[in-house]
């Protein structure tokens, strides 16, 4: 059966969306985490708890966004919509987080912060879920699918690049809260453009044949969860995400508090972006042919080493160190980002084998969630450490302890969840040949409906 293709300026305009997404994301687990304790005034346990709290809400929102898109029956499809629907309340929500609540106390600030992430993860997942879910069903080849997702991740760097220049856009206004706050109109403004762009060049196959009694979302959900290769992957992809995001979060802390240089980190960042770009490129070769689980382990293992030299970095060494050592990350970081994007399609495929429905909707749904929750469990943890250990909101200069915990959490924290994905994904057992079969199989069906 002929498959529709997307050409190389299309996966570039699909990018858009990622684009806009990596932008959101970016900035609320980099920028945000330095927000909320240098201008919103949280301890940092509270401010580890905010994104927490916030994504909590997608436990049940993502699967069933991803479930809703997977039964629509709408005359412009069943994903597509949705880029229309979503992008509004998305900006909106991005804006409210960054203003200041008129409230004094810890625990009632807490509580505006943690709200109005409640509501931009909703606003997200409308986007988010369906965004996912049309990759696998626009590129059913092995390699194709990694190919839309590489081009879709190096667009993504425009947003990673936004993400990074949100504070000194902020500073340039002035630098304190309410210039965060005008920063985030602007930039709620440039969230919602791309998806008119994305709904008129994304497509979908034509819709599949109604199931009787379909599964509800309970059952849906319990499919998929007793579904091996999909939990292999979810374990896979929540570590490799909390590696990413700890990173992310620690390493303005690490530039201000350990190195005493918070002007380094947008340099730094902007090597880090093009690092990655270049990192992209190079993941898409070396997946074609190749098996994306074991590269992920080899990826995973040398960021994680690679990683541990930001311990030995020191103040009064030349700023081109910092600057060296954190580009030599990067392919670590690309590989580890795309593979499991590019994973998700077979598990979906198998499962389309098994159950004979198709749910890449429910399965990126679930796989948002994962992703989500990775990362604020990840900002959690280190920010409870941070807590302990005496740092404090707000001060410039922070204890000794407080520093070497800075110092430490950016070193070593990323590694060790990142050389647990690593051992899981060596033994993932959904490889290339067992999607051959699979695929072998799905033809045949079709064939037979036919």
């Known amino acids: ?108 600030r807490f ?32 390699d194709e699918r990694t190919s839309l997702n590489a081009y879709r991740s190096m667009v993504g760097i425009l947003g990673m690049a936004a993400a990074i220049a949100m504070r000194s856009v902020a500073e340039a206004l002035g630098g304190g809260q309410a210039d965060f706050f005008s920063a985030a109109a602007i930039y709620s403004v440039l969230l919602m453009l791309p998806w008119l762009a994305v709904y008129k060049v994304t497509f979908e196959p034509p819709l599949p044949p109604e199931i009787p009694n379909p599964a509800s979302l309970r059952d849906g959900i319990g499919e998929v969860a007793r579904h091996a290769s999909f939990r292999w992957l979810c374990a896979i992809f929540l570590l490799g995400r909390m590696g990413l995001d700890i990173v992310g979060a620690m390493f303005i802390l690490y530039a201000k508090h350990w190195l005493g240089r918070v002007g380094d980190f947008e340099i730094v960042m902007s ?89 890449d909707g429910l399965y990126n749904g679930v796989l948002s969630f994962v992703r989500k929750l990775g990362g604020a469990l990840g900002l959690a943890m280190v920010f409870a450490v941070l807590d302990f250990l005496g740092f404090s909101e707000g001060r410039e200069v922070q204890t000794e302890t407080a520093r070497q915990a800075v110092r430490a959490m950016t070193a070593f924290a990323p590694g060790v969840v990142l050389l647990l994905g690593a051992w899981l994904a060596w033994h993932y057992p959904l490889d290339r040949a067992r999607h051959q079969e699979i695929e072998r199989g799905l033809e045949a069906r079709r064939r037979a409906q036919e």
């Open 271 to 359: 090597l880090f972006c093009l690092g990655i770009l270049v990192s992209y490129p190079l993941a898409v070769r070396l997946a074609r042919g190749r098996e994306k689980a074991r590269l992920y382990t080899v990826a995973a293992t040398f960021w994680a080493i690679t990683g541990c030299g930001m311990w030995f970095v020191q103040p009064e060494w030349p700023r081109w160190v910092f600057f060296l050592l954190v580009p030599v990350i990067t392919p670590g970081f690309a590989m580890v980002d795309l593979m499991p994007w590019s994973m998700v399609g077979e598990v979906a495929d198998e499962g389309e084998l098994e159950s004979g429905e198709r749910r």
């Open 1 to 108: 059966m002929s498959q529709r293709t997307l050409s190389v300026p299309a996966k570039l305009t699909y990018g858009l969306g990622e684009s806009s997404l990596v932008t959101s994301m970016m900035a609320l687990s980099t920028v945000y985490a330095y927000f909320l304790l240098e201008e919103g005034g949280l301890r940092p346990l509270l401010a580890g708890l905010v994104p927490l709290v916030g994504r909590a809400v997608d436990a049940a929102t993502d699967p069933l966004m991803g479930r809703l898109s997977d039964r629509l029956r709408w005359k412009s499809g069943r994903r597509r919509p949705f880029f229309l629907l979503g992008a509004v309340p998305y900006g909106l929500s991005f804006l409210l987080l960054w203003a200041d609540p008129p409230f004094v106390g810890q625990a009632a």
């Open 111 to 142: 509580a505006y912060y943690a709200g109005a992430y409640c509501f931009f993860s909703l606003s997200l997942t409308v986007l988010y879920v369906p965004y996912l879910a049309i990759q696998p069903e626009m590129a059913r080849d092995y």
